[in-house]
């Protein structure tokens, strides 16, 4: 699943379920910026990356990348040990999702670090995909990276005024106060989900929809299943008696090629 060439310092990664829109810019992660030619600039944590796709159908460019790098950091990041092509032909058996494949038939669900998820996520509360960039922009430039919640210990909702993220600054705090004081995140990760997400719910700030997106952005827990006004639409329009049992175990991988075909054609 995972085919790639190491040419001189980058690496041609060909396969035939990315699309870096698709991908990059649905709303799973905050810090890709897309370029000129289509390909994106961004992160995992501090780890950065040029991605680019190339002449060649589904054969992309990753700049700068030593193969154990790649096969370190992007091989997980993008999930590129999973075969989303047989995910999308077991989805085809229900007509909506076939149909949302089609549309979008690129995304792949991004393996991100777990604390950045979270942190990311509670800054998404209430709040537009700018302003969302906007602020952890400016926190990755006030601590030179995202910082990691070692980093942040001592931090106020007052001193973290420079980001202008209103409530949500409060909620950071306490997630790192949480943090410090007996949440691991890694071991929530091996809960069951009920569990992991009650867990992250005793952060404040943190309900059920931020929760779930920590869960399967940053801990792969592919059955979390968040839900937001356009889920909650699909879910009454389309699965109004639960949803299809072709998405078992991967029902966060569903989640978002429905969240991006309804959002894109009520448009």
Known sequence: MTDYTVRAADILLKTPDLDLDDTLDCGQAFRWVRLADGGYTGACMNTP?????????????????????????WVPYFDLGRDYGELKRRFAEDETLSKACGFAGGIRI??????????????????????????????????????TAEQLVGETPESLGFLRAGFRAKYIVDAVSRLQNGLDLAE??????????????????????????????????????????????????????????????VEGIAQQYLFHYIRNIER
């Open 110 to 147: 991004l393996r991100q670090d777990s604390w950045e998820a979270l942190s990311s996520f509670i800054i998404s509360q209430n709040n537009n995909i700018p302003r969302i960039k906007g602020i952890i922009g400016r926190l990755c430039e006030h601590y030179g990276g995202y910082p």
């Open 188 to 249: 929530t990760a091996k809960l069951p989900t009920d569990d992991a997400r009650a867990a992250l719910m005793q952060i404040k700030g943190v309900g059920p929809k931020v929760a779930d997106c920590a869960m399967l952005f940053g801990m792969h827990k592919l059955d979390a299943f968040p839900k937001d006004v356009w889920v909650k639409r699909v879910l009454a329009d389309w699965y109004p008696d639960g949803l299809p049992e072709c998405v078992r175990g």
């Open 49 to 73: 990356l040029t991605i680019r796709p190339t002449a060649e159908q589904g054969v992309f460019l990753l700049e700068n990348v030593t193969e154990q790098q790649f096969l370190d950091v």
